[in-house]
């Protein structure tokens, strides 16, 4: 099975929360590109235009090998700027008093092509088909997919968390090849200030820095979700990934079961229990160390994350014997890569 062999394979488009004002400190865009990631992106618009990348804000990054669909704000423009290239488009939609955040995203729609479907594989999505009755909506564990953890944005997560700061940047050395603008330039900082190290990871926007962090919540997460399943399907199926284990359940009972239940994103103000000792323990870590000194912006605090995602207004369509497409909406932070794990395994 093939997933993302080509760009329009993979389709995703922003369900906006907000609504266009007349006028507005903030001016509203629509971006499209293909084969960018959001940083990228962003930063080719500050260039192109002369904007300040800290004007520029936006909800979620989407991914590199995509056509995807997203909103940015811009602080203090009214020029209603026009971009249009081949791999690149913006538009002006209108104004806000407000930068675009997370909390501005209601969701994304996806279609996706699923190329060189195996026989095994179209009788496993045909049987979870049925178990599910040809509904539209339904329940999947909501993991957190491998777009979250990167090449080694844990490993780097847990140097910042153990202010090991210079083991942090040799990291970011060891991908800067294969990420973004930023990292490249915390290098060069290193390069001109060999023992900054924080200075040279202060050259990285927060927002990125961030997710460095987030990963290592999320390897944390996805753990106690897999127990969570186990403990009500011993024969639930794993599947590897690069973190560990994904358990998925045959029996669809129990992801309604589950979806009420939220599940911890670890930080400094989160109550401890003996699954999450467990794991916080393996990482030679503790909540306390969520509260970050040397960078006080990347300090977490905590919050939860439903262990269930709502896949609604689910269509499948074949394509030929070996190829299906795939369309559904999905709520903001939800990965759908994992509706195809879910459906295929």
């Given at each position: 099975?093939?997933?993302?062999?080509?760009?329009?394979?993979?389709?995703?488009?922003?369900?906006?929360?907000?609504?266009?004002?007349?006028?507005?400190?903030?001016?509203i865009?629509?971006?499209?590109?293909c084969?960018f990631?959001t940083?990228?992106?962003?930063?080719?618009?500050?260039?192109?235009?002369?904007?300040?990348?800290?004007d520029?804000?936006?909800?979620?990054?989407?991914?590199?090998n995509a056509?995807?669909?997203?909103?940015?704000?811009?602080?203090r423009?009214?020029?209603?700027?026009?971009?249009?290239?081949?791999?690149?488009?913006?538009g002006?939609?209108?104004?806000?008093?407000e930068?675009?955040?997370?909390g501005?995203?209601a969701?994304?729609?996806f279609?996706?092509?699923?190329?060189?479907?195996?026989?095994?594989?179209?009788?496993?999505?045909?049987?979870?088909?049925?178990?599910l009755?040809?509904?539209?909506a339904?329940?999947?564990?909501?993991?957190?997919?491998?777009?979250?953890?990167?090449?080694?944005?844990v490993?780097?997560?847990?140097c910042i968390?153990?202010?090991?700061?210079?083991?942090?940047?040799e990291h970011?050395?060891n991908?800067?090849?294969?990420?973004?603008?930023?990292?490249?330039?915390?290098?060069?900082?290193?390069?001109?200030?060999?023992t900054?190290?924080?200075g040279?990871?202060k050259?990285i926007?927060?927002?990125i820095?961030l997710?460095?962090?987030?990963?290592?919540q999320?390897?944390?997460?996805n753990?106690?979700?897999?127990?969570?399943?186990?403990?009500?399907?011993?024969h639930?199926?794993?599947?590897?990934?690069?973190?560990?284990?994904?358990?998925?359940?045959?029996?669809y009972?129990?992801?309604?079961?589950?979806?009420?239940h939220?599940?911890?994103l670890?930080?400094?103000?989160?109550?401890?229990?003996?699954?999450l000792?467990?794991q916080?323990?393996?990482l030679?870590?503790?909540?306390?160390?969520?509260?970050?000194?040397?960078?006080?912006?990347?300090?977490?605090?905590?919050?939860e994350?439903?262990?269930m995602?709502?896949?609604?207004?689910?269509?499948?369509?074949?394509?030929?014997d070996t190829?299906?497409?795939?369309?559904?909406?999905?709520?903001?932070?939800?990965?759908?890569?994992m509706?195809?794990k879910?459906?295929?395994?």
């Amino acid at each position: 099975m093939l997933l993302k062999s080509l760009p329009e394979d993979f389709m995703v488009e922003e369900l906006p929360a907000f609504q266009l004002l007349e006028s507005g400190p903030y001016a509203i865009y629509r971006l499209w590109k293909c084969n960018f990631n959001t940083e990228d992106a962003i930063q080719l618009v500050c260039k192109r235009f002369n904007i300040r990348r800290s004007d520029v804000k936006f909800a979620g990054t989407k991914d590199r090998n995509a056509i995807t669909t997203q909103y940015i704000s811009i602080h203090r423009n009214n020029r209603k700027l026009v971009l249009d290239e081949e791999n690149i488009k913006l538009g002006y939609c209108g104004f806000a008093n407000e930068p675009i955040s997370l909390g501005c995203l209601a969701g994304n729609t996806f279609e996706l092509i699923i190329r060189d479907i195996a026989p095994e594989e179209r009788i496993i999505f045909e049987q979870n088909m049925h178990a599910l009755s040809d509904t539209d909506a339904f329940y999947l564990p909501n993991y957190f997919d491998e777009q979250r953890f990167s090449t080694n944005n844990v490993a780097i997560g847990l140097c910042i968390l153990k202010n090991d700061f210079k083991g942090a940047i040799e990291h970011i050395k060891n991908s800067a090849q294969k990420e973004g603008y930023y990292e490249k330039e915390a290098v060069e900082h290193l390069a001109r200030l060999p023992t900054d190290y924080i200075g040279a990871l202060k050259k990285i926007p927060p927002k990125i820095l961030l997710m460095y962090i987030h990963a290592v919540q999320s390897k944390i997460y996805n753990e106690l979700l897999r127990q969570s399943i186990i403990e009500l399907d011993e024969h639930a199926r794993d599947i590897l990934y690069s973190q560990g284990i994904f358990a998925f359940s045959q029996d669809y009972l129990v992801y309604t079961r589950l979806c009420d239940h939220s599940l911890p994103l670890l930080g400094f103000s989160t109550p401890s229990t003996p699954a999450l000792k467990k794991q916080i323990d393996a990482l030679s870590i503790t909540p306390r160390n969520f509260i970050i000194r040397a960078i006080p912006e990347l300090s977490c605090e905590g919050t939860e994350r439903n262990a269930m995602m709502h896949v609604i207004n689910f269509t499948s369509e074949k394509i030929d014997d070996t190829t299906l497409k795939l369309s559904f909406t999905l709520l903001k932070g939800c990965y759908a890569t994992m509706v195809v794990k879910g459906l295929f395994n």
